[in-house]
């Protein structure tokens, strides 16, 4: 089974350990966010790139879902020392070696496919990790003025657009988002390897990542969804939002930004039956089944809390099942 899942960091890493087990045969393609990309030190970051590959290569801090375990903070400390900040995203001394072997390899001419796919030699994560695109594009968060203190920038109206890291990590967001732009997104071309994956694949799985921030950035550069929309094959996603909430992070706020409720059914259909054959929601939203259904979109409710592998594999395995339903 040859198997396409658009991923972004936490949820759809955790995810993917899971449909390894459920799945232990399957030919597995990811192709990975990069809006939440960010020149950091003078160092290319790629923190939903690389949250996936440490996390399937055994490398991750299991308890944040982000960074490395065993991780020490002596760069980091040496360069606050310096008064060279920002000091509120932290890179551990493992992660920056990896951030400087990409950025060199970049330097030298490599694109970011090239070099995800050498420093994944290091890893094994045992799926093929791309980039949604070789292009630079990075998410920018509109907010108020009002709300932040020492950043640059501005529309003149009381409004500025920030780094969606710093909306995220450093506000934690905490206030209001206006409007979500994958900036250069539309000027990008799907990395290689990416389309032909797509048009190769039997069946392709939407994670429980954010939907706007994560999946709706790779479904942003030109010619993604279309390949989607055109494979002929089931789509099936899974629902991040469980109770009307969040299971992880604030995509309620991102969602709110697009006007999107944070409800299952409404994610489902912000996707779209032109896109989406099939959906999973949590049993305590089972009674968005009906609404999901009527949007011309297969549903099932099933637990959906990933708290351990066997839990994740199962949701997996349902996910697989919904999808050869959805084929016959």
């Known amino acids: 089974m040859r198997i396409v899942v658009l991923a972004g960091g936490i949820g759809g890493a955790r995810f993917l350990r899971g449909l390894m087990s459920a799945a232990p045969d399957a030919d597995i393609t990811v192709i990975g966010n990069t809006g939440d990309d960010i020149h950091l030190f003078g160092l290319k970051v790629c923190p939903d790139l690389d949250t ?28 606050a020392a310096y008064g060279v900040g920002p000091e509120w995203f932290g890179l551990g001394d493992r992660d920056f070696a990896t951030h400087i072997v990409r950025t060199q390899m970049m330097g030298a001419g490599y694109p970011l496919s090239a070099v995800t796919e050498a420093l994944c030699a290091r890893w094994q994560p045992g799926v093929r990790l791309l980039p949604m695109t070789d292009d630079r594009v990075e998410t920018h968060v509109l907010i108020d003025t009002a709300d932040i203190n020492g950043s640059a920038g501005g529309d003149g109206e009381g409004r500025k657009a920030i780094h969606f890291q710093e909306y995220w990590v450093r506000l934690r967001a905490s206030v209001p988002a206006h409007a979500v732009v994958p900036v250069g997104a539309d000027q990008a071309k799907p990395a290689p390897g990416v389309l032909e994956a797509i048009a190769d694949a039997d069946v392709v799985l939407f994670p429980p990542s954010n939907p706007v921030v994560s999946v709706g950035t790779i479904l942003a ?66 009674g968005a089944v009906e609404e999901v259904e009527a949007a ?26 919904l999808a050869e339903e959805v084929r016959g």
């Open 52 to 79: 996936v590959m440490y996390t399937l290569g055994g490398g991750i801090h299991e308890e944040q879902g982000w960074g490395r375990a065993e991780e020490t903070f002596t760069v980091k400390e040496e360069l």
């Open 221 to 286: 550069v030109p010619g993604v969804r279309e390949a989607i929309a055109d494979a002929g094959v089931p789509v099936v996603g899974l629902s991040p939002i469980v109770g009307d909430a969040p299971v992880r992070g604030m995509a309620d706020k991102v969602l709110a930004a697009v006007g999107v409720e944070s409800t299952a059914a409404a994610v489902a259909k912000h996707y779209g039956s032109g896109l989406l054959d099939g959906w999973l929601v949590d049993t305590v939203d089972a």
């Open 296 to 321: 011309g979109i297969r549903c099932r409710a099933i637990p959906l809390m990933m708290t351990d592998l066997k839990a994740t594999a199962a949701m997996a395995a349902e996910a697989l099942a």
